[in-house]
């Protein structure tokens, strides 16, 4: 339920639309997604309307507390510590994430491409790359630049005290205060890095209770967009940036003059320091617009975009990978295929020509004890 607030609406009264019992089902629904046969979701479903019952309750009397998570570190594409909820955790994740997200989405600019509905990586590059055409035919071509944003280790640095804040431009409700708080300020697990330190690099011990989101957990997907939102709105109506786009923590903004853009650079930084309590790091450059950048995985310029070289060596890591799991029986036809698929469209959008000849050529798939027979794909 919205209420009206000053010159915007917020949302109160969130208890009973997230506790509801056709909401929770509806969160677990979404959580079983391709997951129905592991082990967790199989011993929930064992009692399922006692299980989503237990949570209202907890919820309700606000005795809820967050499970433990599975950490584990991912490499591409760069070093990261995830952690991973528990199947009835992201039952909540779920429950929250669909009550405030269809009025939140609303606030965001169109060019916040970063886990929203109907964006995604492909309209992000597609739309940065009709940009670049579109100045790159200019007279004054040569003087526009790109300023490429790049935040210093963003979902590790994010202030817990400046989330509850931004949270409360959107949202006033006592109880949905205290169930976001119970899930960011999480008492057993730190989930921050000290300035400067990355997570291969931070022992454990040396982590941080007030600042930080676990990367994995699909709060943290909502609250990174609207943590930087304060940084969209600043962009666009108060510096007024026409060519601004963000994916997630990666910003571009095409400014013509270099030091129009060193400005704007400086001003960015300073808003990011005093507003939302995070730095600009060094991979923060300015290029000229007829050399492109790299963004969303890919390399854009006037001319093209391509599939960057570490994004076609992952590809064809992963698509062996595939097929090697399928060889020994540990995924199905379906699911093998599926996978294949999305990477052979994947190349038809961006210049990917010679990856997508490359699948066609070397990505086999055939059992193990099928060796005789003919191949599958």
Known sequence: MAQRMGALQKLCNLCEAICSFE????????AAEHKRYRAEVLKFNQNLEGNLFALQRELRERVYKVGPYRQFYVQYPKPRLVMALGFRDRIVQWAIYRQIN?????????????????????????TLFNWLQLISRRPDADDWVILKLDVSKYFYRVDHDTVMDVYADYINDEWFTWLLGTIINNPDVPFGLPEGMSASDCPPDERLYDVGMPIGNLTSQETANVYLNKLDQYCKHILKLRYYIR???????????????????ELIGQFMRAELRLALNQ???IYPVRQGCEFVGCVISPHG???RKSSERHIKRSLKHVAEMYALGAIDLQSALDTISSYHGLTQHKCGYNLRRWIEENIVLQRKEDANNEPCA
């Not at 886990?115 to 995604?120: H, V």
């Not at 910003?251 to 060193?262: D, F, M, V």
């Open 305 to 307: 975009i391509r599939i």
């Open 102 to 126: 269809p009025y939140i989405d609303k606030r965001f600019i169109t060019h916040s491409y970063g886990c929203r509905e109907g964006k995604g990586t492909l309209a992000a590059a597609e």
């Open 247 to 265: 994916y997630m923590d990666d910003t571009i903004i095409l400014i013509k003059g270099r030091k129009e853009a060193e400005r704007v650079k």
């Open 283 to 285: 991979k923060t450059a």
């Open 23 to 30: 909401n929770l089902y509806a969160a677990y629904v979404k």
